[in-house]
């Protein structure tokens, strides 16, 4: 499944469907089963057992769908105040508010009772909450900083929904994976040169036992990466139009790219291959292109919704 954004505040975005085999491919999946359309700026979609829940960001909903057939099944919108990325955890769901996006006060996490479909209450958290993870019943939140910058990650008990502790990182943590040892990497792109002080882009790994940073890299102060991903033992990241992979083991950032010429949006790495969304000039259609990671080579591509996004495995 591929989330396209869609036109900004004057559209709909969609969710294209493509076979496993690569064969087939279904546009506007959504609104072809409902005859209705999912609401501006598809954020992103999560999942939990047979539910599909996709993020509708300007229109401030989540629409709860059955993940095989995408019929509606309920769509959310109390309680929710500029969505960004949904996590499922022991049957409830957690989304990530900026609220005002300006407004550094009055960020959350809603919390959804996954069974009624409503939120249930919120959880006060730091500027900007963004993408989320968990492990067990603890659930990391990266703090992007809205329209500004922050460079903390929140730990939320799920059992008590309160934030436990907050871990610094670099500034601007766009992007969190799990290794296969069960330690937390971010990728923070650092802050711009438009905010002032321009800092560099940093990679952090955490001991989710202890919560704490064990080690980071460090990169240039005008290198601002993002877009990182995970594939085995190996980290990949997206900078200056090429993709870089590296070793979790690893004690430097590498040297040369594993790939060049590129103009990714989002990006995903599963089972050799690296799939990557290009939006072009975002009002006309993007592209969804699959790379073998060994060889290097293209296996294809496809023209997908507006300013397609995420890249999701159902």
Not at 210 to 239: A, C, K, Q
Not at 286 to 309: A, E, H, R, Y
Request: hydrophobic residues 35%; charged residues 15%.
């Amino acid at each position: 499944l591929v989330s396209n954004e869609g036109p900004f505040n004057n559209g709909s975005g969609t969710v294209t469907f493509i076979s496993e085999d690569l064969a087939t491919q279904e546009d506007a999946i959504y609104k072809k089963v409902n005859g209705e359309d999912l609401g501006n700026v598809v954020q992103s979609i999560g999942f939990d057992e047979n539910s599909a829940y996709i993020i509708a960001n300007v229109s401030h909903t989540v629409t709860v769908v059955n993940r095989y057939t995408f019929e509606k099944i309920k769509v959310i919108s109390d309680g929710l105040e500029n969505p960004r990325f949904f996590a499922a955890v022991n049957g409830k769901g957690y989304v990530t508010d900026w609220g005002d996006p300006n407004d550094s006060s009055d960020d959350y996490v809603a919390v959804i009772d996954l069974a009624t479909n409503t939120v249930l209450s919120t959880i006060s958290v730091s500027f900007g909450p963004e993408r989320l993870m968990a492990k067990g019943s603890t659930l990391y939140v990266a703090h992007q900083g809205g329209y500004g910058q922050n460079d903390v990650v929140s730990v939320i008990n799920t059992d008590s929904n309160t934030v436990t502790s907050t871990i610094n990182v670099g500034s601007v943590p766009n992007s969190l994976q799990l290794d296969n040892a069960g330690n937390l990497w971010v990728l923070s792109a650092g802050a711009p040169s438009y905010a002032g002080t321009e800092t560099g882009g940093m990679l952090s790994k955490i001991n989710t036992t202890s919560n704490e940073v064990v080690s980071h890299l460090d990169f240039e102060t005008t290198e601002h990466p993002n877009l990182l991903s995970i594939d085995g033992s190996n980290l990949y990241y997206y900078l200056n139009g090429s993709v870089y992979e590296i070793d979790n083991s690893a004690t430097d950032l590498p040297s040369s790219s594993m790939l060049d010429g590129i103009n990714f949006y989002g990006m995903t790495a599963a089972e050799g291959k690296l799939y990557g969304t290009d939006a072009g000039d975002y009002a006309s259609k993007g592209t969804l292109t699959i790379i073998d990671i060994n060889s290097k080579t293209i296996l294809k591509t496809f023209t997908v919704g507006i300013v397609p996004g995420g890249v999701y495995f159902n």
